[in-house]
């Protein structure tokens, strides 16, 4: 089984930034893609980014696109994600997610593992 470890999150002020980290444990194992969702409170868990590990290829939503920075550590296994800009929309639980085969990125489906979680709070 492969574990994934969300890390980085936190309260700050809207302009700031934080960074993100997803650490992997368990068996070894080659992601095809790997990501980022967020849940908002009271709204729907909704795609953000990923990279395609190959590739290194990376992949944003739109209101995202310019702000936040997707990579990868090919050694560690691990995925980041570099957030500049934050505004209180970007509030939510963070989660790490790993698949294994090709599928649509912005489909949750598409992803095998799922980490716990790291909650983001961005104050006005």
């Known amino acids: 089984q492969v574990q994934l470890v969300e890390s980085g999150g936190g309260l700050v002020q809207a302009g700031r930034s934080l960074r993100l980290s997803c650490a992997t444990s368990?068996?070894?194992?080659?992601?095809?893609?790997m990501g980022w969702f967020r849940q908002a409170p009271g709204k729907e868990r909704e795609f953000v980014s990923a990279?395609?590990?190959?590739?290194?290829?990376?992949y944003y939503v739109d209101f995202v696109k310019g702000r936040f920075t997707i990579s990868r550590d090919n050694v560690r296994k691990s995925l980041y994600l570099q957030m500049n800009s934050l505004s209180p929309d970007d509030t939510g639980v963070y989660y790490c997610v790993a698949a294994l085969g090709p599928g649509g990125l912005r489909d949750a489906s598409t992803y095998d593992y799922w980490g716990q979680g790291t909650q983001v709070t961005v104050s006005s």
């Open positions: 990279i395609n590990w190959g590739l290194c290829t990376g």
């Open positions: 368990g068996r070894t194992f080659s992601p095809y893609v």
